[in-house]
Protein backbone atom coordinates (compact mmCIF):
# COMPACT_ATOMS: atom_id res chain seq x y z
CA UNK A 1 0.00 0.00 0.00
CA UNK A 2 1.03 3.48 -0.73
CA UNK A 3 2.61 5.60 1.99
CA UNK A 4 0.36 8.49 1.24
CA UNK A 5 -2.95 6.03 1.38
CA UNK A 6 -2.21 5.10 4.79
CA UNK A 7 -1.33 8.41 5.76
CA UNK A 8 -5.11 9.16 4.80
CA UNK A 9 -6.70 6.51 5.93
CA UNK A 10 -5.11 7.49 9.85
CA UNK A 11 -6.08 10.83 9.19
CA UNK A 12 -9.51 9.85 8.55
CA UNK A 13 -9.99 7.59 11.52
CA UNK A 14 -8.48 11.02 13.42
CA UNK A 15 -11.33 13.25 11.57
CA UNK A 16 -14.00 10.48 12.92
CA UNK A 17 -12.39 10.86 16.68
CA UNK A 18 -11.62 14.83 16.30
CA UNK A 19 -15.16 15.58 18.67
CA UNK A 20 -14.23 13.62 21.47
CA UNK A 21 -12.09 14.89 23.95
CA UNK A 22 -8.17 14.39 23.01
CA UNK A 23 -7.67 11.56 25.52
CA UNK A 24 -10.45 9.33 23.81
CA UNK A 25 -10.04 10.24 20.48
CA UNK A 26 -6.31 8.97 20.76
CA UNK A 27 -7.71 5.64 22.47
CA UNK A 28 -10.15 5.23 19.77
CA UNK A 29 -7.23 5.98 16.77
CA UNK A 30 -5.62 3.23 18.71
CA UNK A 31 -7.76 0.65 19.70
CA UNK A 32 -9.39 0.73 15.61
CA UNK A 33 -5.78 0.60 14.06
CA UNK A 34 -4.80 -2.22 16.25
CA UNK A 35 -8.05 -4.30 15.50
CA UNK A 36 -8.67 -3.49 11.65
CA UNK A 37 -5.28 -2.98 10.51
CA UNK A 38 -3.44 -6.07 9.29
CA UNK A 39 0.18 -6.18 10.75
CA UNK A 40 1.59 -5.22 8.10
CA UNK A 41 -0.09 -2.45 7.43
CA UNK A 42 0.27 -1.27 11.16
CA UNK A 43 4.11 -1.36 10.64
CA UNK A 44 4.39 0.62 7.36
CA UNK A 45 2.52 2.86 9.25
CA UNK A 46 4.99 3.14 12.17
CA UNK A 47 7.88 2.90 9.98
CA UNK A 48 6.79 5.84 8.04
CA UNK A 49 5.16 8.22 10.57
CA UNK A 50 8.54 10.33 12.55
CA UNK A 51 9.10 11.52 8.61
CA UNK A 52 5.43 11.67 7.08
CA UNK A 53 4.02 15.38 6.36
CA UNK A 54 0.24 15.59 6.85
CA UNK A 55 0.10 13.13 9.69
CA UNK A 56 -2.92 14.37 12.13
CA UNK A 57 -1.40 14.68 15.46
CA UNK A 58 -3.55 12.55 16.91
CA UNK A 59 -2.31 9.66 14.88
CA UNK A 60 1.02 10.52 15.93
CA UNK A 61 0.35 10.52 19.69
CA UNK A 62 -2.01 6.85 19.13
CA UNK A 63 1.38 5.19 17.14
CA UNK A 64 3.21 5.62 20.29
CA UNK A 65 1.36 3.07 21.93
CA UNK A 66 3.41 0.32 22.26
CA UNK A 67 0.51 -2.39 21.27
CA UNK A 68 0.70 -1.32 17.58
CA UNK A 69 4.01 -2.61 17.41
CA UNK A 70 2.96 -6.21 17.87
Not at 24 to 45: S, Y
Not at 54 to 65: E, M, N, Q
Amino acid sequence: MQDDDLIRMANQIAAFFAPYSEEEAVAGITDHIAKFWEPRMRKQLLAIAAEAKGIDPLVARALKDPSLAA
